[in-house]
């Protein structure tokens, strides 16, 4: 049965791509590849995880010393954190025992801090005068507020 009308010139029509769809197709995946693949670098995901992984582990610190009400205390190494926390009561700030933490961190290199080691205190704040900023290579700094132990992101 043959087609007339409208749909016989829509079926006509629909037979493949104009050669500037094909051009423009071309152009945005250009761009796209400019952009994207630049982001696709091993080393940034590493760096990436390990500033996520920082935070994460600062944030847990603060956390427990709040929920335990307990000191803990954050060393900050070249390749991640080292936490532990003073079991003692009342707490005297010695942290003797290491913390348990939800899952091993992976670490990775190039993290510095403002200060080399502080504490979180009961109340959720640090033992420092100023906030705490931790730097981590090609990566955006983390922050640590003095008062309320914030760790911004």
């Known amino acids: 049965m043959p087609m007339h009308g409208y749909w016989a010139r829509r079926v006509h029509h629909a037979r ?3 050669l500037i769809e094909l051009v423009m ?11 994207v693949l630049p982001a696709l ?6 760096a990436r995880g390990m500033r996520d992984e920082t935070t994460a582990l600062l944030r847990y ?5 709040v929920a335990q009400r307990r000191v803990v205390c954050v060393a900050v190494q070249s390749t991640g954190l080292v936490l ?12 003797s025992s290491p913390l348990n933490l939800p899952q091993t961190p992976k670490g990775g290199q190039g993290l510095s801090a403002s200060v080399s080691n ?3 205190t009961p109340m959720g704040s640090t033992n420092q005068s100023s906030n705490i900023t931790l730097n981590l290579t090609g990566q955006t700094p983390i922050t640590v507020e003095a008062s309320s132990g914030y760790v911004h992101d």
């Not at 532990?84 to 707490?91: A, K, L, M, V």
């Open 16 to 18: 493949g791509f104009t």
């Open 25 to 35: 197709v071309m152009v945005l995946v250009g761009v796209l590849a400019v952009f």
């Open 41 to 46: 670098n091993p080393e940034d995901f590493k």
């Open 61 to 65: 610190a603060q956390k427990t010393a």
């Open 84 to 95: 532990s926390i003073d079991n003692s009561t009342p707490p005297t700030g010695a942290c």
């Open 118 to 120: 502080f504490m979180f």
